[in-house]
């Protein structure tokens, strides 16, 4: 079996050069080509002589992403990448551009276990958990294919990250490493659907990510029909494990808000949102949720997005609507592998 060259560390990577009797400045040349450079093949490393990449070659594998469809969008340049595995799996990446860079959003998992009632990336499940390398390669392969350098990373894709905790944990050392592409935390969004302890582990690493919280309910009996993660981890263990998240990193938490018509968007629910969340260092982020065929949510009015949204404002919260980038190009996460899986199954 050959090793996965791009998910070591730079210290790994050395131990793996000496174990192979190379000598240790080696692995800075490797590892620059691999994380500085994001080469797919070890024939591109053109400082190494022939018979060393060959070496290589016979050790290690470079994991990758190929381009299987490439989306852009006609009103904002959003792009939005299938790629496919080592293996033939699909996972999605979305690429946005704002005033301050690019910024991309990568997927965690091939498919999701948590079972959000509007999202289609878990429809099917969860077929496994991608790599730290598989992770890296989104970015990878999207800076080399648009030719511009990205600056920020969401980690909003399909997946829940925090159900991959120890290959995200290594995807994030990685990404900000200053030998690699050396981006920063502060520039790191992670999201989650609330696996309370994996909050608690994430708060105990004390990192300067931002954490969004998909929360899109403000109680229970909404939360839990919406979300059955909230079965398991209830809004009176959530919240608490939020707020000590804040206390423990001084980091502001972002709270998602999907509003769904007729479920989640009432005056009423606001009310119940801003008690909830009184106190907190915290930002909302309300959604109009994207429509998902099967799902069968409707998105909420554009008038009522805007009074949930200043009722909040009124009560002294920091809330900001989405922008709806890429909406003519299925860019909610799962939609477009779903449609090329439904393709592949009725061609075989
Ligand atoms: N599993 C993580 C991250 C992936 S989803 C999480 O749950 O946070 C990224 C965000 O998109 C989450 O806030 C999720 O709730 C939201 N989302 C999923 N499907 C959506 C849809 N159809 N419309 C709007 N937001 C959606």
Same mark, same amino acid.
């Given at each position: 079996?050959k =090793?996965?060259i791009l ?7 050395t ?10 400045y080696r !692995?800075?040349?490797?590892y620059?080509w $691999?994380?500085?450079v994001?080469?797919?093949?070890? @024939?591109e490393?053109t400082? /190494?002589?022939l018979s060393?990449r060959?070496?290589l070659?016979?050790s290690?594998? *470079?994991?990758?992403?190929n381009i299987? =469809? #490439?989306?852009?969008s006609e ?7 299938l790629?496919?595995?080592h293996?033939?799996e699909l *996972?999605?990446?979305v690429?946005?551009?704002y005033?301050?860079g690019?910024?991309?959003c990568?997927?965690s998992?091939?498919g999701c276990?948590?079972g959000?009632?509007f999202?289609a990336?878990? $429809? ?6 991608l790599e730290?390398?598989?992770i890296?390669s989104?970015v990878?392969a999207?800076e080399?294919?648009l030719?511009?350098?990205? @600056?920020?990373i969401?980690?909003?894709g399909m997946g829940?990250? /925090?159900?991959?905790?120890?290959n995200v944990?290594?995807?994030?050392q $990685? *990404? !900000? ?5 050396n981006? !920063?935390m502060?520039? *790191? @969004?992670l999201?989650t659907?609330?696996?309370v302890?994996?909050i ?5 690493k004390?990192?300067q990510?931002t954490?969004?919280v998909?929360l899109?309910?403000?109680n229970n009996?909404i ?6 993660v909230?079965?398991?981890w209830p809004l009176?263990?959530?919240?608490p494990?939020? #707020?000590a ?6 980091r502001r938490?972002s ?14 629910c606001?009310?119940e949102?801003a008690?909830l969340?009184?106190g907190?260092?915290?930002h ?9 065929k099967?799902t069968?949510c409707?998105?909420?009015s554009?008038e009522t ?6 009722y909040l !404002?009124g #009560?002294g919260?920091a ?6 980038l890429g909406?003519d190009i299925?860019?909610a ?7 090329v899986e439904?393709d592949r #199954?009725?061609t075989?």
């Open positions: 079996m =090793k996965d998910s070591m560390t730079l210290q790994e990577l131990e793996a050069v000496l174990a192979l009797e190379l000598p240790k !692995s800075a040349q490797i620059h $691999l994380h500085k994001g080469v797919t093949d070890f @024939s490393m400082d /190494l002589s060393l060959e070496r070659n016979d290690f594998v *470079i994991f990758s992403c299987e =469809k #490439k989306i852009i009103y904002d340049n959003t792009v939005k990448y790629f496919s595995l293996d033939g *996972i999605e990446s690429v946005m551009k005033k301050y690019y910024t991309v990568v997927s998992q091939v276990r948590m959000c009632r999202c990336s878990t $429809l099917s499940g969860v077929v496994r958990n730290p390398a598989e890296l989104q990878y999207a080399r294919d030719n511009v350098r990205v @600056s920020h969401v980690l909003m829940e990250p /925090l159900d991959n905790f120890d944990m290594r995807f994030l $990685l *990404i !900000s490493d200053e030998n690699g592409k981006i !920063s502060r520039h *790191i @969004s999201s659907c609330g696996v302890p994996r608690n582990a994430l708060a105990q004390d990192l990510l954490l969004s998909s899109h309910a403000p009996e939360r839990s029909a919406m979300m059955p909230n079965k398991k009176e263990e959530l919240i494990a939020c #707020k998240y804040t206390a423990k990193t001084s938490i709270f998602e808000y999907a509003l769904v018509s007729g479920q989640n968007d009432s005056i009423a606001a009310k949102l008690a969340l009184r907190m260092l915290c909302i982020n309300l959604i109009p949720v994207n429509e998902v099967e069968g409707k998105e909420s554009p997005v805007k009074k949930f949204g200043d !404002s #009560k919260f809330v900001t609507v989405r922008r709806r909406s299925n860019a996460c799962g939609q477009l592998r779903r449609t439904a #199954k009725e075989t």
